[in-house]
């Protein structure tokens, strides 16, 4: 009988929605703002270089930790208690600095600015290498 009522009370707890965080607020809860940063590899295989996806502000703070390009992950998400007011800026950065390897060139960054609320999603759209062409032969001016 005491463990049937002990199975119970367990039971109960689970989906009564009450948690033991000593009374903490939930964090999975709170309201942020997300920033989404897609880019687009036009590339043909991979990427040699060591890049690293950066949100910064406009006096080149981060906006949460770089992440690390990959070049099959289309999709970078970062997070910011907020409401905030200013600039946002995404961009690729090759890692090191002073590496030795030919590596192609960064797309240009991509930026907003204004009022950031919380609960809002932003994204962020980059281009890595140049644009696919059309497959439908274009018109030669002149000819």
């Known amino acids: 009988m005491k463990t049937f009522i002990f199975l119970s009370i367990f039971v109960a707890s689970l989906f009564s929605g009450q948690s033991s965080n000593g009374g903490k607020p939930d964090l999975r809860n709170i309201a942020v703002i997300h920033y989404q940063v897609n880019i687009q590899n036009n590339l043909l295989g991979q990427v040699l270089c060591p890049m690293a996806v950066f949100l910064t502000d406009g006096m080149g703070n981060a906006v949460g930790s770089p992440q690390p390009y990959r070049s099959y992950i289309a999709t970078y998400h970062f997070y910011e208690i907020g409401p905030v007011q200013?600039?946002?800026?995404?961009?690729?950065?090759?890692?090191?600095k002073n590496s030795n390897v030919v590596c192609v060139l960064p797309p240009d960054a991509a930026s907003m600015n204004g009022t950031f609320n919380n609960g809002s999603t932003y994204q962020f759209f980059m281009r890595l290498g140049t644009s696919i062409p059309s497959p439908i032969p274009q018109p030669v001016p002149g000819c």
């Open 86 to 96: 200013g600039s946002r800026i995404a961009h690729l950065e090759i890692i090191p």
